[in-house]
């Protein structure tokens, strides 16, 4: 697979602020990569300068292979953003502002933006100081589906949209994928990111603490297992590999390291069980894990 | 009915205490504005000021802009009668249009922000709010009636009685209580709060246009219009208190209209249907150079109406010009220049105070970039194929645009009024546009601090309205005050001829052209470097 995004050892001071310290990821073609950390980890910073909105103190970042900085000029020919924060000038339409991005970016699709505008229910004839913040992300969202790019560039972009929306975002975005074209999708909603992204990059405090697909994370975290015995269940707590050790009546509910899963489940098999679930952890478990303590 | 305005003195107390800041500035700034140019209109009609400007202020010009007097000779035009001609109306405007901001500000504003449903679901009744805010505008204006009063008598003028200061402040009080019952009306009928406000302010802007017409025509008709009934009270003159009877009545309806159409509709909703807009953009807007005129739009077209309206009413005074600079020895300073015709030197002087006021305009276009920058509204933007130098430049063109053009609307104004007062004159339309034109590299000098400013530290762009400020002023008072030649360089109406009374010099005026060229270009290698700064 062909990197379309690479980012290596990326650095950005404001003033005192340290926003980013090191922030190293990928995105490849055709894959959905999913943004996250809390507000002020540096996820905006990050996209800005991707964006040649801001200028990197030190790193290296490409897309498409070439310098976001200095050639940010070819690069936006290919690719579609949509600010976190989507601010419209109050006295022009709905539909005045779509049109007016997508002549700036050049490569529109008018019936795409019909279809869209009807899909997310926007009322294109009325003035952007009448619309909340969630029509106004409409707005963004629109003008930057409607054109064909190769990446795409999303910060936060479901904030502000209803469930009904934020589904047909997601929607939009599979089909995106499906064509086979990248997204970098920064986002505090986790089943959002869980369900679109092959890969996840969660940043803290301007490092990128965690990097992978899905699968690989999960296969480094703790999954947890309700196991109940016909003996004492009690006997599982001071094995290797389990931790949170909770009894209840016969049943016992730890976290299990996965590399001593086999060890852990050959001796519950000698206390007789009776019945046995093991849930992988959930993104929001993984997320949970770098912000706690 | 009790149920409907339940709990409004809580919210009464609790917007004093909100607004305490807001009303102390407003009382002041407003009161002031109004009151405190006394001592220096005294200054003006020392000698045969009077006289003279009262030929000036006789002019249907300046009575369409400021009112008529009910004075008949020039010897009865006292200090009191020619402060309320020339201040009142004006003052009066201020007032209605601040009463008029607050109150949909706080009303129909509220609404749009959902700042009402938080507080419609207290124990608070329907129509406390409009109550509230519409007691405390009323308490405000009164505050300022006294405040006005006070400050006129302070000075202790012969022709300002006591009577007719009070009368001064109520007439300016009532126009905002008026402005207020307009504005709630206006509140309750549009779908929006910025409709509300654009037609409350239009509904003004008419009634002043009107009152202009029927001024000059017959002053009676006047009588008729709300607007009338502030400044045809004729404080220090006729001490008229009709106009302030009328003027209550009118406050009372409206305010009861007002309230009667907010108990009828829905909360967020209006009496007219929201302007729909256009689905599609029009071919126009769908470029950078296209969306900045769109957004710049409105601010170029209100200052180049300013600019000739300003440029055709100094043209007025040149019919005249000789008695009233003859009248006073402060102004026969300010113009008198050896060897030239005094209309030569009164435009010399007067394009001068033009062109700074000219250089606003594309200070605030190159401004604009920086705040709609700070605003996130370029954001989506940056990520299309729109290069940083196509931003600027398009702003900094526009700018230069707007400078040459306002220099023309300013130049063409004073002068197409100039020459049709004047019976022979020395000087055609061509003279004052050459003399306009002159000042040309100033203005694009100001332009030029602005975008050096833009690209390198756009944090201070308002800093340069402050520079033009201190130049105008130097540059205004240069001929009363003996100032030293080093100070007077700092300004850049200093490094040109002043024409007509020196020669022009092709010279200086590319010189400065090409330096102004020079800071926006180093300006814009700034701007190609610097992080955008959104959002702080």
Not at chain 1, 158 to 164: A, E, N, Q, Y
Not at chain 1, 251 to 262: A, H, R, T
Not at chain 2, 99 to 115: A, N, P, V
């Amino acid at each position: 697979m062909s990197k379309i995004l690479r980012v290596k050892g990326l650095q950005k001071r404001f003033g005192k602020v340290q926003a980013l310290k090191d922030v190293t990821f990928d995105v490849e073609a055709g894959e959905v990569v999913g943004f996250i950390g809390p507000n002020g980890a540096g996820k905006s910073t990050t996209i800005r300068i991707l964006l040649g909105i801001i200028k990197m103190d030190s790193g290296d970042a490409k897309i498409f292979g070439k310098d976001v900085w200095k050639d940010s000029f070819e690069i936006h020919k290919r690719i579609s953003y949509v600010p976190g924060e989507v601010a419209l000038w109050g006295n022009l339409t709905g539909g005045e502002i779509i049109d007016l991005f997508m002549k700036l970016h050049g490569a529109g699709d008018r019936a795409k933006r019909d279809y869209l505008i009807e899909r997310f229910e926007l009322e294109p004839r009325k003035k952007a100081k009448g619309y909340s913040k969630g029509n106004r992300q409409k707005v963004g969202l629109i003008a930057a589906l409607s054109v064909d790019s190769d990446l795409y560039i999303f910060d936060e972009p479901t904030s502000g949209l209803d469930p009904l929306m934020e589904q047909v975002f997601q929607e939009e975005v599979e089909k995106i994928k499906e064509a086979g074209k990248s997204v970098l999708l920064s986002s505090h909603i986790l089943s959002e990111v869980e369900r679109l992204a092959d890969k996840v990059v969660i940043i803290r405090q301007g490092e990128i603490v965690e990097a992978g697909t899905l699968e690989e994370l999960r296969h480094l975290t703790r999954s947890t297992v309700v196991l109940e015995t016909e003996k004492d269940v009690s006997k599982l707590r001071d094995i290797k590999g389990v931790h949170d050790f909770v009894q209840r009546d016969d049943q016992g509910i730890f976290s299990v390291e996965n590399k001593y899963l086999n060890d852990i489940l050959i001796e519950a098999t000698k206390l007789g069980v009776k019945k046995f679930e093991a849930n992988p952890p959930t993104l929001e478990d993984l997320f949970m894990r770098h912000y706690k303590g | 009915m009790k149920e409907q305005f339940a709990r409004w003195n809580i919210l009464f107390i609790q917007y004093l205490k909100r607004d305490w800041k807001k009303i102390i500035f407003w009382v002041l700034g407003l009161g002031l504005f109004a009151s405190a140019f006394v001592p220096a209109m005294e200054e003006i009609t020392r000698g045969e000021g009077l006289l003279g400007m009262y030929e000036t202020m006789k002019n249907p010009a300046m009575i369409s802009m400021v009112g008529p007097t009910p004075i008949e000779t020039a010897n009865d035009y006292t200090l009191g009668a020619m402060y309320s001609h020339m201040m009142l109306l004006f003052s009066a405007l201020f007032a209605m249009t601040i009463s008029m901001l607050h109150i949909i500000g706080h009303t129909r504003k509220e609404e749009d922000l959902g700042l009402t449903e938080l507080i419609r679901s207290f124990q608070v009744g329907r129509q406390s709010n409009s109550l509230a805010v519409i007691v405390e505008t009323v308490l405000i204006n009164i505050l300022i009636m006294f405040f006005v009063a006070g400050v006129m008598i302070s000075f202790g003028a012969d022709s300002i009685s006591t009577e007719g200061a009070f009368l001064f402040g109520a007439s300016i009080g009532v126009a905002g209580i008026m402005g207020a019952g307009i504005a709630l009306i206006m509140a309750q009928i549009m779908p929006i709060s910025s409709a509300a406000t654009g037609s409350s302010l239009g509904i003004m802007g008419l009634l002043y246009i009107i009152r202009g017409g029927t001024d000059i025509s017959n002053a009676d008709l006047s009588m008729l219009n709300p607007l009338g009934w502030t400044y045809l009270t004729y404080p220090f003159t006729q001490d008229n208190l009709k106009p302030i009877i009328y003027a209550l009545i009118f406050s009372v309806i409206t305010i009861i209209i007002a309230f009667a159409l907010e108990g009828a509709r829905d909360m967020g909703a209006g009496y007219l249907p929201q302007k729909e807009g256009r689905a599609e953009a029009k071919k126009s807007l769908l470029s950078v150079p296209g969306l900045f005129i769109r957004l710049n739009r409105g601010i170029i077209i209100s200052w180049l109406i300013a600019f000739i309206i300003l440029g055709a009413a100094y043209g007025a005074i040149y019919g005249d010009i000789e008695s009233f600079i003859d009248s006073n020895e402060l102004i026969q300073q300010m113009f008198a220049h050896s060897g030239v015709s005094i209309e030569e030197s009164f435009t010399g002087t007067i394009m001068m105070v033009m062109a700074a006021l000219v250089a606003i305009l594309p200070i605030a276009i190159v401004n604009k970039l920086f705040s709609e920058e700070r605003g996130l509204y370029l954001s989506q933007i940056y990520g299309t194929k729109v290069r940083r130098s196509q931003l600027y430049w398009t702003s900094v063109t526009l700018a230069i645009g707007v400078a040459i053009i306002g220099i023309l609307f300013a130049a063409g104004g004073l002068g197409g009024a100039a020459i049709s007062v004047m019976e022979d004159s020395s000087m055609d339309i061509f003279d004052f546009l050459a003399i306009g034109y002159n000042l040309l590299p100033i203005v694009l000098f100001f332009t030029a601090l602005a975008a050096l400013t833009l690209g390198w530290m756009p944090r201070l762009g308002k800093v340069i309205y402050g520079y033009l400020t201190y130049s105008f002023f130097l540059n205004y008072f240069e001929g009363m005050l003996d100032l030293p030649e080093p100070l007077l360089k700092t300004i850049p109406q200093s490094w040109i001829p002043n024409m007509p009374m020196e020669d022009f010099d092709i010279g200086i005026f590319i010189i400065m052209t090409g330096l102004s060229i020079l800071l926006m270009l180093i300006g814009y290698l700034g701007y190609s470097r610097r992080d955008m700064i959104e959002g702080d």
